[in-house]
């Protein structure tokens, strides 16, 4: 056991003095903190004025109506009718350019007639933005076409109605307070972060045990300890490495998550703001979650790190294990690009069938969680499953780690492989 | 006297139909140089993977300083220089040190000092907070040879001991192996390199196709294998026919040449010279040369393996440590 320790601490320390763990240690979070941070600058610049001109190119009262009824709805647009003339939209384009002018909407008759419209400006790519304006536009032009049909907006306007579905998780008996959008964020960022985190981890497995094998140190090592011990704290070791960045990752998250709640990010308002544009929120995680994500990532890193080895020491060079661990990260892909199928239905037999095989339940199980209670006895099944696979899984790779590590040549074949597992 | 270092029984490997060594046995006593000699390909590399239990054997046993237990339970006690040289290239030339020794059962703040000090002894201490892949070929050797005997071993198991190493290291090596067999450590490698063997062996072993073809002392061999010679040199002041008389004697001398003042003798199977030189001397022979014309150990080698050599040359390196 000492022995055993000796490896992991090697294994652990060797690692978190590369330049590549504070890389991505730091670089994890402030990515996080660049996507919120981010949301909050396009929330922020939402709320911005914006002055417009309204090349009015009707024959009808419809362009003054327009821009009276579209500068009340939207406030923070500041406009201003100018009537089409040829060269109108040319010297707007300067106006745009010197920045006096954020843009020109061009209206004529066939705005009302067909729906047709064109803005030009320099915020076009503001989602927000031009949300506003084609709604704002659109209602407007529908009111105008009822009233051309003598029909009372005024009755359409009490007739209408907002339908505001509000989507909560259940979890048990009770409400989770998480809504629809937060439980596919966390579903979501789960699956990335379960998928990445296993994959790396697993390949670093691999690639130490490689260096070990093409140094020819292993010789030495394994003149001193078992292999198996050898292997256990190359995969403890490594998949400390692993805690402590997803450690550090989870709380930046949680931290972030409470500094962008601060900031308040929501409050679209206004005509149409169909309130979920900007409105990103970090989904607050609850603790039943955490654990559930932590315990399966800790078994999916058991046994892909521990299949990750036998591939490593089956490989002779860095190319040929590269080659030889692609099935393993097909296997590995197979429950996260099915993650969205699990949340749009996570009672289908298709999302059931992840959670119980144990090569996908450690993607598919937190994911299914995020999304909906899993029944107890289903939850049950799949961790006995998982850890039983990860037992045998993890004997298996053990007997051909064992032989594998002091093998060279040729990469062996499915027979000879059996042969190695079989072997005493 | 005590005990054996290693007693190696009969033990056999195969490797996918051929081979590698074949009912092998061998005892290396305690505070000797052991040699293991053969060509390329003879099994010595796999016979002493199974003393260390890197490899297990197919059968047979191997028994190390009289006790139970594999070479890895006894690793503490064993130091291990592989043939294939190898650190890890990005780690601190401290930190491998400290490593190997830890997994060797030593303490990491009981192995410092050591190595500190093995490392000053060899000129590396600036080098100690250095990667192992800045350093010189040269100077990666002296630190994989430190990491054997830090951890001050009882045996030393040395495969291929001097290949690849430049003058200065083997020098270096040759030193510390024969200060440790001063202090009593027992010491077995592995050479191909006959001249080698000769200089330092007191024990020899040589194999090829995984098969011992003669153990021994290093004496008792040249002594058996082509040890059957002996020239003798007269003085000239007569008794030449006294010394007729016991070069007649069939059961001393098979074959005599006589020149006259001169004779090479070759000695009758079973005898011994030491008896021939008391005849003579007994008879009132007065000689002024008595030589036991020894074979090197080279002869001896190309005489037991030479046809082997060429054939196990034919195979494969691969395939002997496959």
């Given at each position: 056991m000492r022995k055993t320790f000796a490896v992991i601490r090697r294994e652990f320390i060797e690692r978190v003095r590369t330049q590549w763990f504070w890389v991505g240690t730091i670089l994890g979070p402030l990515l996080m903190a660049g996507i919120i941070g981010s949301q909050v600058l396009l929330a922020a610049r939402k709320a911005g004025d914006r002055s417009i001109a309204i090349v009015d190119a009707t024959t009808t009262r419809f362009g003054q109506e327009l821009t009276t009824q579209l500068g009340a709805a939207i406030t923070r647009f500041h406009l201003t009718r100018i009537p089409h003339a040829p060269s109108t939209p040319d010297s707007l384009l300067g106006e745009v350019e010197a920045k006096h002018l954020d843009g020109f909407l061009l209206i004529s008759d066939s705005t009302l007639e067909f729906g047709t419209a064109e803005y030009r400006g320099?915020?076009?790519?503001s989602v927000a933005d031009m949300e506003q304006l084609e709604n704002g536009l659109r209602r407007l032009v529908f009111a105008a076409r009822l009233e051309r049909r003598g029909i009372d907006t005024l009755l359409v306007q009490q007739a209408e109605i907002r339908i505001r579905l509000a989507t909560h998780k259940v979890s048990g008996r009770k409400l989770?307070?998480?809504s629809g959008t937060q439980s596919f964020l966390t579903g979501f960022g789960m699956a990335i972060l379960l998928f990445v985190a296993i994959l790396i981890y697993g390949v670093n497995v691999m690639s130490s045990v490689l260096e070990e094998k093409t140094t020819k140190i292993v010789e030495v090592l394994i003149s001193s300890l078992r292999p198996f011990e050898l292997m256990l704290g190359k995969v403890i070791g490594a998949g400390a490495v692993g805690i402590v960045q997803l450690t550090v990752w989870i709380v930046s998250a949680k931290v972030l998550s409470g500094a962008s709640a601060r900031m308040g990010t929501g409050g679209a308002g206004g005509l149409g703001g169909p309130g979920a544009v900007g409105g990103f929120q970090f989904p607050q995680i609850p603790t039943t979650t955490l654990i559930i994500f932590v315990l399966y990532f800790l078994l999916g890193y058991f046994l892909y790190a521990a299949i990750y080895a036998a591939v490593g020491a089956m490989s002779s060079t860095e190319a040929e294990a590269r080659q030889a661990q692609v099935p393993v990260q097909l296997l590995l892909m197979i429950p996260y690009v099915s993650f969205f199928g699990i949340l749009n239905d996570p009672n289908s037999s298709l999302a059931v069938w992840m959670t119980l095989i144990p090569f996908w339940s450690p993607i598919a199980t937190p994911v299914r969680w995020g999304a909906s209670p899993i029944p107890v006895v289903e939850l049950v099944a799949s961790l006995a499953i998982l850890l039983v696979t990860v037992a045998g899984v993890t004997w298996v790779a053990s007997r051909i780690y064992r032989v594998g590590i002091l093998m060279t040549g040729k990469r062996p074949n499915l027979k000879e492989l059996f042969r190695w597992v079989r072997a005493a | 006297m005590s005990q054996s270092i290693v007693a190696v029984d009969r033990i056999t490997k195969r490797f996918a139909g051929h081979t590698?060594?074949?009912?092998l046995s061998l005892t290396v006593p305690p505070g000797v140089i052991y040699g293991l000699l053969g060509p390329n390909g003879a099994g010595k590399s796999t016979t002493i993977r199974m003393i260390l239990n890197i490899y297990a054997p197919d059968s047979g046993t191997v028994r190390l300083?009289?006790?139970?237990?594999?070479g890895r339970d006894h690793s503490g006690r064993i130091g291990y220089l592989p043939e294939e040289r190898g650190l890890y290239?990005?780690?601190?030339v401290l930190d491998v040190l400290l490593f190997l020794a830890e997994l060797k059962g030593v303490d990491r703040r009981a192995a410092r000092p050591k190595a500190l000090d093995w490392l000053a002894r060899l000129g590396l201490s600036d080098w100690r907070l250095r990667k192992v892949n800045e350093l010189s070929k040269g100077m990666q050797q002296k630190v994989q040879f430190i990491s054997t005997i830090l951890h001050e071993p009882d045996l030393l198991v040395m495969d291929e001991a001097f290949a690849g190493l430049d003058p200065v290291n083997s020098q270096v090596l040759k030193d510390t192996v024969l200060e440790l067999r001063g202090r009593g450590k027992t010491i077995l490698f592995s050479t191909h390199i006959m001249e080698q063997a000769e200089k330092v062996c007191d024990h020899v072993c040589i194999i090829a196709r995984g098969k011992k073809l003669v153990d021994g002392t290093l004496a008792d061999i040249k002594r058996t294998h082509g040890g059957r010679h002996v020239a003798i040199a007269f003085?000239?002041?007569?008794?030449d026919s006294a010394a007729a008389a016991v070069l007649a004697d069939r059961k001393l001398i098979a074959k005599a040449n006589d020149y006259g003042q001169y004779a090479e003798l070759e000695l009758a199977p079973g005898a011994d010279a030491q008896e021939i030189l008391r005849r003579l001397v007994g008879a009132g022979v007065r000689l002024s040369r008595f030589e036991q014309v020894e074979p090197t150990l080279t002869k001896i080698f190309i005489d037991l393996v030479g046809p082997d050599a060429a054939r196990a040359a034919a195979v494969p390196e691969a395939a002997a440590h496959a």
């Open positions: 320099s915020n076009v790519s989770t307070g998480e | 590698a060594v074949d009912a300083f009289g006790e139970e237990g594999t290239p990005k780690m601190r003085d000239g002041s007569g008794g």
